[in-house]
């Protein structure tokens, strides 16, 4: 059964393509399930890559008109994907249970040390990467997200593997474990193409390091496509993906 539960739309201003384009390609390409997940706005700051908040009731509207003119065909959830920090947890609840969302994707692009804002892209070194799994860690175990998309993005970064990335990564599939989170094998970090880092050359991420632990602790692992234009909701990095994590031999499922 082919699904994805990462998609974007043009209102994240950095992907094409309105939500029946997305829908149209998803029918085309025989999905059973497509999840929107564009980025979520936040009330008080814009943080950029995302739509505003005035947008989002037409967002939910927009997945809504797709949702009713698919129904008989394919399921189509309405979601977002959304970083967490502490302060908005009233805000996580109001998406959930006034607005109706099927569902939460954490994508943790930025985070909180003690009140200081970080952004994952802009590590200094690996000695963030603990408090940022900290950080989805505490994220996790509050329950308000569904799937934990590319819990492995901050290997991007230009550094060699140390044991910082060992504890990182342990962090993080204890939580996903412990609160029985599926996590995202990412077909975005293969579409961006290999990269020579100070370790070697390989995808920014999906990370083998990180995957091999994921498959011993037994997380349930869902194939993404992370799709920011429509012909990528399924395309040869989709496959590819959901070819590597088989082979990998992780427990994929499907559905959420
Ligand atoms: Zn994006
Ligand atoms: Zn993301």
Known sequence: MKSNFHTHTKRCCHAFGVEADYAKEAYDKGLSVLGFSDHAPFKDIDYGYRMQFSELQEYISAVQTERERYSEKMRIMTGLEIEYLPKYCEYYEWLLNEMKLDYLALGEH???????????????????????????????????????????????????????????????????????????????????????YPDGRRDPYPHPRFWAMAKDAGLKVLVGSDAHSPEQVYDK???????????????????F
């Open 237 to 255: 990095s989709m496959e590819l993906a959901v070819k590597r994590a088989k082979d990998f031999g992780l427990d994929i499922i499907s559905e």
């Open 110 to 196: 930025f985070f909180d040390i003690n009140g200081r804002f970080c952004s994952i892209f802009a590590s200094e070194s690996t000695n963030e990467y603990i408090p940022y799994a900290k950080a989805i860690s505490e994220a996790l175990k509050k329950g308000y997200f569904s799937v934990l998309v590319h819990p492995d993005i901050m290997f991007m970064n230009c550094f060699a593997w140390n044991k910082n990335c060992d504890k990182a990564c342990e962090i993080i599939v204890d939580a996903a474990m412990l609160t029985n989170t599926p996590v995202e094998y990412n077909a975005n970090g293969i579409r961006r193409g290999q990269q020579d």
